[in-house]
Nanobody, 113 residues
Protein backbone atom coordinates (compact mmCIF):
# COMPACT_ATOMS: atom_id res chain seq x y z
CA UNK A 1 0.00 0.00 0.00
CA UNK A 2 1.36 3.39 -0.96
CA UNK A 3 0.16 6.54 0.78
CA UNK A 4 0.90 10.03 -0.54
CA UNK A 5 -0.12 13.07 1.45
CA UNK A 6 -0.42 16.52 -0.09
CA UNK A 7 -2.00 19.92 0.39
CA UNK A 8 0.13 21.30 3.16
CA UNK A 9 1.58 24.78 3.20
CA UNK A 10 1.93 27.98 5.16
CA UNK A 11 -1.24 29.58 6.48
CA UNK A 12 -2.03 32.45 8.84
CA UNK A 13 -3.68 31.78 12.19
CA UNK A 14 -7.40 31.36 11.69
CA UNK A 15 -6.91 30.08 8.17
CA UNK A 16 -7.90 26.80 6.55
CA UNK A 17 -6.25 24.01 4.60
CA UNK A 18 -7.49 20.85 2.96
CA UNK A 19 -5.10 17.94 3.01
CA UNK A 20 -5.34 14.95 0.71
CA UNK A 21 -4.10 11.39 1.03
CA UNK A 22 -3.93 9.33 -2.12
CA UNK A 23 -3.82 5.59 -1.59
CA UNK A 24 -3.11 2.76 -3.95
CA UNK A 25 -5.66 0.15 -4.84
CA UNK A 26 -8.84 -0.08 -2.80
CA UNK A 27 -7.16 0.87 0.46
CA UNK A 28 -9.49 3.71 1.36
CA UNK A 29 -12.65 1.86 0.43
CA UNK A 30 -11.74 -1.29 2.35
CA UNK A 31 -10.17 0.10 5.51
CA UNK A 32 -10.81 2.43 8.36
CA UNK A 33 -8.49 5.39 7.74
CA UNK A 34 -6.87 7.85 10.08
CA UNK A 35 -5.05 11.16 10.10
CA UNK A 36 -2.07 11.84 12.32
CA UNK A 37 0.45 14.59 12.85
CA UNK A 38 3.96 14.81 14.21
CA UNK A 39 6.01 17.63 15.64
CA UNK A 40 9.80 17.25 15.72
CA UNK A 41 10.89 15.54 18.90
CA UNK A 42 7.42 14.20 19.68
CA UNK A 43 5.53 11.04 18.86
CA UNK A 44 3.08 10.92 16.02
CA UNK A 45 -0.34 11.94 17.36
CA UNK A 46 -3.75 10.65 16.33
CA UNK A 47 -6.19 13.27 15.02
CA UNK A 48 -9.18 11.31 13.84
CA UNK A 49 -10.51 8.41 11.86
CA UNK A 50 -13.21 7.48 9.40
CA UNK A 51 -14.68 4.00 9.32
CA UNK A 52 -15.58 2.01 6.24
CA UNK A 53 -19.16 3.06 6.80
CA UNK A 54 -18.21 6.73 7.04
CA UNK A 55 -18.43 7.15 10.79
CA UNK A 56 -15.90 9.64 12.11
CA UNK A 57 -14.20 10.02 15.46
CA UNK A 58 -11.89 12.87 16.42
CA UNK A 59 -9.30 13.56 19.05
CA UNK A 60 -10.10 16.52 21.27
CA UNK A 61 -7.37 18.52 19.50
CA UNK A 62 -9.25 18.22 16.20
CA UNK A 63 -12.90 18.04 17.20
CA UNK A 64 -14.95 20.95 15.95
CA UNK A 65 -12.21 22.27 13.68
CA UNK A 66 -11.14 19.33 11.52
CA UNK A 67 -13.29 17.17 9.26
CA UNK A 68 -12.29 13.85 7.73
CA UNK A 69 -13.92 12.69 4.52
CA UNK A 70 -13.10 10.42 1.63
CA UNK A 71 -13.78 9.84 -2.03
CA UNK A 72 -13.53 6.11 -2.64
CA UNK A 73 -13.89 6.54 -6.40
CA UNK A 74 -10.87 8.83 -6.45
CA UNK A 75 -9.10 6.72 -3.82
CA UNK A 76 -8.47 9.80 -1.73
CA UNK A 77 -8.84 10.67 1.93
CA UNK A 78 -9.26 14.30 2.99
CA UNK A 79 -8.66 16.37 6.09
CA UNK A 80 -10.37 19.76 6.11
CA UNK A 81 -8.75 21.95 8.74
CA UNK A 82 -10.31 25.22 9.87
CA UNK A 83 -9.46 27.78 12.51
CA UNK A 84 -5.82 26.79 12.41
CA UNK A 85 -3.47 28.00 15.11
CA UNK A 86 0.32 27.83 15.52
CA UNK A 87 -0.02 24.68 17.65
CA UNK A 88 -1.29 22.90 14.53
CA UNK A 89 2.11 23.27 12.89
CA UNK A 90 3.31 19.75 12.14
CA UNK A 91 3.81 17.14 9.47
CA UNK A 92 0.51 15.43 8.71
CA UNK A 93 0.15 11.77 7.78
CA UNK A 94 -2.57 9.32 6.89
CA UNK A 95 -2.67 5.57 7.39
CA UNK A 96 -4.99 2.65 7.67
CA UNK A 97 -6.32 1.72 11.08
CA UNK A 98 -4.72 -0.37 12.36
CA UNK A 99 -1.54 1.11 10.86
CA UNK A 100 -0.76 -1.56 8.31
CA UNK A 101 0.74 0.58 5.59
CA UNK A 102 4.17 2.10 5.41
CA UNK A 103 4.06 5.73 6.45
CA UNK A 104 4.26 8.22 3.63
CA UNK A 105 6.37 11.35 3.50
CA UNK A 106 3.65 13.42 5.08
CA UNK A 107 2.79 16.99 4.24
CA UNK A 108 4.07 19.97 6.19
CA UNK A 109 1.58 22.42 7.65
CA UNK A 110 2.93 25.64 9.08
CA UNK A 111 0.64 28.11 10.83
CA UNK A 112 2.36 31.42 11.30
CA UNK A 113 1.64 35.09 11.14
Amino acid sequence: VQLVESGGGVVHPGGSLRLSCAASGSTIALNDMGWYRQVPGKQRAFLGRISRSGYTVYDVSAKGRFTISRDTDKKTLFLQMNALNPEDTAVYYCNTIPNMAAWGQGTQVTVSS
